[in-house]
């Protein structure tokens, strides 16, 4: 029953703007089969509970040693010179992350949740009355389609209530559970990072065949919800004339006629070192304006409908 059936949540965010029609809230689910070196959200790439560390705001130098004190693994020091150290392999095996329950201070964090489909439901039924008419809930993470029995059987629960939904997604699944999802899904965003296979696998992890089969296949449906193409743009990686050819090329084909780039940020680099990891994209991947002006005229001049950042008619 969809009251026991449950998902894995790292966070909700109620009043966006910027992520579908109208004011929204953003609900993101755990996990992700795609592993981006820039990726935004690196907390959910991997599906289960993970520790992360806040160091601005630990109280070591007050004498606090109350992680250290909890911790059952001996994988966390504290040294009066230079404060908390981690044994990070350890702690990313560790099940029960006692020492965030531990800080007082909130610099350790565990962000994931476990949520029933009634209890996400509620939630929403929560918040709607923030959204007005053109607004509703967001399904991004992570990969939402990870997670697509909860999904679905959200979606369903949105459908009797007339919530509006839209999805954010790499589109990486099988078609087959693709296209059961969207029959639920009024709007959506597709990522598309790179059309060349291999700079795909490179940047994350993952072919892009499966993806774009996806895409030509829900295009091929009478789905009759708005589809966006999204293209995170990134210096020295998807910013090429190129790219952008065949992005236009694969549209055509498919009769897609909106695309929305983004222009690289790094948002998530504060996760990165919070989960003890390496940013590969600390000093590189900027995108100028002028760059993102001449890709959108690429885009514009062949009949496709462009949006550069926030600056889109949804």
Known sequence: MSEQLTGMVFDIQSYSVHDGPGCRTNVFLDGCPLECRWCANPESQRPRKQLMFAERTCKWDQGCRACRDACP???LAVSDEAGPSFNWKACLECETIECVNSCAAGALKQPVREMTVDGLLGVLDRDRSNWGSDGGVTFTGGEPLMQSDFLVEVLKGCRKTWIHTAIETSGFTSTER????????????VDMKNMDDEAHVWGTGVSNKQILRNISALAQTNWPGRLVLRV??????????ENARQVIDFMNENDLYEINLLKFHRMGQTKWEQLGLEYEYANKGDMDDERMSELQDMYLDAGIACYVGDDTPF
Do not use: C, M, Q
């Open 178 to 189: 693709f296209l059961e999802v969207f029959k639920r899904i009024d709007f959506a965003f």
């Open 232 to 241: 995170p743009t990134i210096a020295g990686y998807n910013d090429s004339d």
């Open 73 to 75: 693994h001996g994988s």
